[in-house]
């Protein structure tokens, strides 16, 4: 008899060498970056922790009884790219492990010393995080800052030097012209010798043009060629990564490598985007790396997600220099499974992160915030009215920004738009670059724009934002009017031109470019608020709280506010914005003014649509996540959901005895289910437990490599004790270890309410549906994308209710 594989589906099928640094995969417990392929050796102890699969052959020609039961199958256990982890099964893998190691440190000073490394590895774990992500994130700040000089001009004493720090050493410097000095030489005076000009407006022109092209070729032909998983932000795979979902090579080196490149030219170039999510997902490729230095992560699902939540944290923590922010966005924002244990390690890592950051002093200021603000004013009650009034506009704003851009995404995907994604990058970057030259408040970066905004002007201010007459009630001067139209003209052009920006093939956070719409919307009321009061300090509404000549209103607070609101309606962030905010810019005193236009930002954004944007991604690129805010509302039961209906054929199950390895295989060969379930006979259909399609196929497979004799006639045993087999027979295969004894299972009339809510809080992959003990319908999470995380039938059938 035939004594070859099946169907082509054997485990080097479903293990793809070609992929990146997997999500999921066997890997070894060494970094070896010297390999071709992108795929970390397999660990032949992988499998071992979930229950030991092995073979029997019944009594063979010699009266000899083979047992292959304590010997390990490589990649039992594993799962394959989109699919789903099991998260039962991953925490009672844990728990074996753990009660293993505990009852061995008693036996020898080795095994407590074992103990003792195993407990503190989840510590050293973090500690290496936020090393790692701390200095990747220093190093993309300086060199970001570097590159955006670089399109206006150079430093002579260094190239390598950025237009600030070329002219710290300068002596011949003035504080109004604190920007200007010999070292640094802009292009029109390296080219053609003269500064001022139409000639050297153009050649300048044409540089930052050129130098924006340049960079951002650069970066989607880098993305498009080594890492096409580094596009975007990545928060939205972040999300569905740690429900369970499994995206091999999405957090792999090379994403980690080619991210942190392309990240630096995407920022460089001047296209509408940030820097700020890129870091989330940066920091979560570097915990991934690093999970492979350490058994306990290296092996286990859940444990890897545990370590990914605090690296998300991480990656806040160095984007905005705000720990405490970070570990709470990954509690409201990103985390689908957050113990306590894991809010003390993200606290640590996000520590770590931070205080490297601050090592490396990247921003030159001594400081770890973003934006350090310094507002000398107190804030009235009477201003939680425009405060207000600027949530309502973030909310807005929040809600059309995710439609208009999940309908630009989406014509993307079905157009031949969604083809040339190089010269969609360069069309948008040459129009960013053309539009946003003459404008100095569009020229600058996003990051110099925020802190500009949120800039409370002094007497020694050089900014026109700050070109205030010296008169007694202080009026806005012409250089504030000037920049009152620029900032309009800014505002119309970074909301048209984000819209089309996120989502494209580069590296491109939302949270800077969301936030310097809201910070110019709320700079502009901050200006009109500050002039009313000023001219106008005998009105009923400003008269008991600002006296004549008073500075009364700070409009950079207005800013700052505006900046939260906005991004609170795009991102529906609340508890951990608002703390991401006040340590972003150190403005302690101004919580309750953040908090106002926050809450009231989601309020009004949720009433036009419930999705935030990293949802509406979620949703757009058909990711399986099942949203934990969501509530399900229909007055269903389990029967009238799950399929199969009485005209569809027979469930699929396989029985504890009495198949052959042919026709198990040949149900495999026939059906694309995730998995099978196991009941005592095909008359009885009492369920027995569950058995996983990979943990099958691969356990067959290597049977017929592994065990003499097995053929397509052998007979398949799911239980403990085979029976006597007669000598004359071919040998039996015993499968008892993939067996999954316990499966979660709900009767045909269980509410469909509570059954997403099982799946929701314990992390199902599958739960099965009896009917008095008997297997009735099966649903689980379906293994390939689809597009929402949905309940979907486990099998077909039709069974008479009543038998």
């Known amino acids: 008899m035939d004594n070859a594989g099946f169907c082509n589906e054997t485990y080097e ?25 992108d795929v970390p050796p397999l660990d032949p102890e992988y499998g071992s922790g979930y229950g030991n699969t092995g073979y029997s052959n019944g009594m063979t020609g010699n009266g000899v009884l083979m047992d292959l039961l304590d010997e390990p199958v490589p990649g039992v256990g594993t799962y394959e790219d989109f699919n789903t982890i099991d998260w039962v099964r991953e925490k009672s893998k844990d728990r074996d492990r753990h009660r293993e190691i505990t009852s061995k440190s008693e036996q020898s000073t080795w095994a407590l010393l074992h103990s003792i490394s195993d407990a503190f590895s989840g510590w050293l774990l973090m500690l ?69 000009g139409a000639a050297a407006y153009i050649v300048n022109y044409l540089m930052f043009m050129l130098c924006a092209l340049l960079f951002s070729f650069l970066a989607v032909i880098l993305v498009r060629a080594f890492a096409p998983y580094a596009c975007g932000s990545g928060i939205p795979e972040i999300k569905t990564i740690l429900s369970g979902f499994i995206i091999r090579g999405y957090l792999g080196k090379w994403t980690l490598i080619i991210k942190t490149i392309t990240l630096v030219l995407a920022v460089s170039s001047g296209l509408s985007l940030g820097k700020e999510g890129p870091l989330v997902h940066v920091a979560c490729c570097c915990a991934n790396i690093l999970c492979h230095l350490f058994t306990k992560y290296r092996q286990n699902e859940a444990k890897r997600r545990e370590v990914l939540s605090a690296a998300a944290a991480v990656g806040v923590s160095v984007a905005f220099g705000a720990p405490i922010g970070g570990v709470l966005f990954s509690l409201e924002e990103v985390s689908y499974y957050f113990p306590l244990k894991t809010l003390w390690r993200s606290f640590f890592a996000a520590l770590v992160a931070a205080f490297t950051l601050r090592s490396i002093n990247p921003f030159g200021d001594s400081r770890l915030v973003l934006f350090y603000v310094e507002f000398h004013t107190p804030w009235h009650m009477v201003e ?39 010269l969609e990058v360069l069309v948008v970057t040459g129009i960013t670059a053309l539009l946003s030259f003459p404008n100095s408040y569009t020229r600058m970066s996003g990051s110099e724009l925020i802190s500009e905004l949120f800039n409370d002007c002094s007497l020694l201010d050089s900014s026109q934002l700050c070109d205030y007459n010296s008169s007694e009630n202080r009026p806005a001067g012409p250089g504030v009017y000037t920049a009152l139209w620029q900032l309009a003209l800014a505002l119309f052009f970074k909301m048209l031109v984000t819209v089309v920006t996120f989502g494209m093939k580069v590296p491109s956070g939302l949270f800077i470019p969301s936030m310097a719409v809201g910070a110019i919307v709320g700079r502009l009321l901050g200006v009109a608020m ?95 996540f099942l949203e934990t805010k969501e509530e399900y509302g229909h007055k269903t039961l389990a029967q009238d959901v799950m399929r199969p209906r009485q005209s569809d054929p027979l469930l699929v199950v396989l029985t504890q005895e009495g198949m052959s390895v042919g026709e198990i295989e040949g149900v495999i060969a026939d059906t694309d289910y995730s998995g099978f379930p196991v009941v005592v006979s095909q008359e009885s259909q009492r369920l027995v437990g569950f058995v996983l399609r990979r943990d099958l196929v691969i356990s ?57 809510d099982i799946f929701r809080k314990l992390g199902l992959r599958q739960c099965l549906v009896t009917h008095n003990g008997l297997v009735f319908r099966g649903f689980h999470l379906e293994k390939h994308m689809s597009s929402h995380r949905s309940l979907q039938p486990l099998a077909s059938m039709s069974v008479d209710v009543g038998t």
């Open 128 to 196: 290496l995080i936020g090393l790692l992500s701390g200095a990747l994130a220093g190093c993309i700040d300086i060199s970001a800052h570097w590159l955006t000089d670089l399109k206006e001009g150079v430093c002579l004493s260094g190239f390598w030097f950025n237009h600030e720090h070329c002219c710290w050493g300068s002596n011949q410097t003035t504080f109004q012209e604190r920007d200007k000095c010999p070292q640094w030489q802009s292009w029109a005076e390296l080219l053609g010798g003269s500064s001022e």
């Open 13 to 37: 099928s479903l293990h793809n060498p070609a992929s990146d640094d997997e999500l999921v995969d066997i890997a070894g417990a060494t970094l070896d970056f010297s390999s071709t392929e």
């Open 384 to 422: 939680l009215v425009p405060f207000t009034l600027l949530g309502i506009f973030g909310g807005l704003w929040g809600a059309l920004f995710i439609r208009a851009n999940i309908a630009w995404c989406r014509r993307r995907k079905t157009t031949r738009l969604g083809h040339y994604p190089v």
């Open 700 to 756: 067959l497979d290597n049977a017929r490599k592994r065990q003499d004799g097995v053929v397509s006639a052998s007979l398949v045993f799911f239980l403990e004790h085979v029976p006597p087999q007669p000598f004359s027979g071919p040998p039996v295969v015993k499968l008892r270890g993939i067996l999954d004894l316990s499966p979660f299972t709900v009767t045909d009339h269980t509410p469909m309410a509570i059954a997403v």
């Open 530 to 624: 500050e002039q009313m009061a000023l001219n106008h300090h005998d009105w009923l509404i400003v008269k008991g709280w600002c006296s004549s000549g008073a500075d009364c209103i700070t409009p950079g607070l207005y800013a700052m506010v505006g900046a939260a609101a906005c991004l609170g309606g795009v991102t529906r962030m609340t508890i951990s914005l608002v703390v991401i905010m006040f340590e972003l810019t150190g403005g302690l005193e101004y919580i309750v003014p953040l908090m106002a236009a926050i809450m009231t930002s989601k309020w009004v954004a949720d009433a036009l649509g419930r999705e935030g944007i990293y949802e509406a991604h979620i949703r757009l690129n058909g990711y399986p």
